[in-house]
């Protein structure tokens, strides 16, 4: 029998995760042999994990919230798109050498692309500015798109994404009263208890919402897009499962159809 490739998601919280069953199926596919575990640090004790982790033979790692700038430093190399978005979800064992990948933004790209979403002449709204906005913002400034605005508490974090990125695109601040084509939550509102804080005036007629994150049910903010106007609201799944076929080409040199896994995901 072929060796067990080792593989983990590291997070806090990770138990509602659905990285390991995505990477088990797409094993199934390329009919390789795998393990393939949730690990969930204290938010100060990412690197004593990952370091546990690799020093035991294992060969890649997911990484999500809190710790994708943690896993960035952590690294010994990292791809373009880390070094411009200062954070990582994708770490690779290759040779000795911890390498860090950030597919995100490009996962967000190709589950659009897929669910037949084009982003020509649109105006686009992200709704927070971290480390998922800027992988976001980064594979969009690629795409035909008429601009960016960004709504976040932290307006030095949006200052620096439009320092970042001022070559590329027209990347602005939000400004009231205006209302876009497509919103695009990346911020944990939905797993929170919270209200949702945002102008309920953001959607253009047949605007589409994006919620990063993803439940059973329609998320929090997929439910309110639609009580302020949104036409069409999506969730997290198809970036979640986009995002992981990346990482796992990255680890194992075979990309996977995203198709039948994400179907088993919303059938569950």
Not at 29 to 51: C, G, M, R, V, W
Not at 100 to 116: E, M, R
Not at 136 to 161: F, P, Y
Not at 186 to 211: C, Q, R
Request: hydrophobic share 35%.
């Amino acid at each position: 029998m072929d060796e067990i490739k080792k593989f983990a998601v590291f997070g806090n919280p990770i138990s509602h995760s659905l990285s390991p069953f995505i990477h088990k199926e797409f094993a199934k596919e390329q009919k390789l042999n795998i393990q393939y575990k949730a690990i969930e640090p204290e938010s100060d004790d990412f690197e004593t994990h990952a370091q546990s982790f690799f020093s035991k033979k294992g060969v890649g790692a997911n990484v999500t919230i809190p710790f994708k700038d943690q896993a960035y430093n952590f690294a010994d190399t990292k791809d373009e798109i880390s070094d411009i978005c200062q954070c990582s979800n994708t770490l690779w064992y290759d040779e000795g050498i911890i390498k860090a990948f950030n597919t995100d933004g490009q996962g967000f790209v190709n589950d659009l692309k897929k669910k037949n979403i084009i982003v020509t002449d649109m105006n686009i709204l992200i709704l927070g500015a971290g480390g998922s906005a800027r992988s976001i913002v980064n594979s969009l400034c690629s795409e035909n798109i008429t601009g960016i605005s960004i709504l976040s508490r932290t307006q030095s974090k949006i200052e620096d994404i439009i320092k970042n990125f001022k070559d590329k695109k027209r990347i602005s601040h939000y400004s009231e009263n205006d209302s876009y084509n497509l919103v695009i939550n990346t911020t944990p509102i939905s797993m929170s208890n919270l209200e949702i804080p945002f102008p309920s005036d953001i959607f253009k007629n047949k605007a589409i919402s994006y919620d990063l994150f993803y439940s059973r049910k329609k998320t929090k903010f997929q439910l309110w897009s639609e009580s302020m106007g949104a036409s069409e609201t999506l969730d997290g799944i198809g970036m979640l499962v986009h995002q992981a076929a990346l990482s796992y080409e990255i680890w194992n040199k075979f990309l996977p159809n995203t198709d039948p896994v994400e179907d088993k995901i919303r059938s569950l």
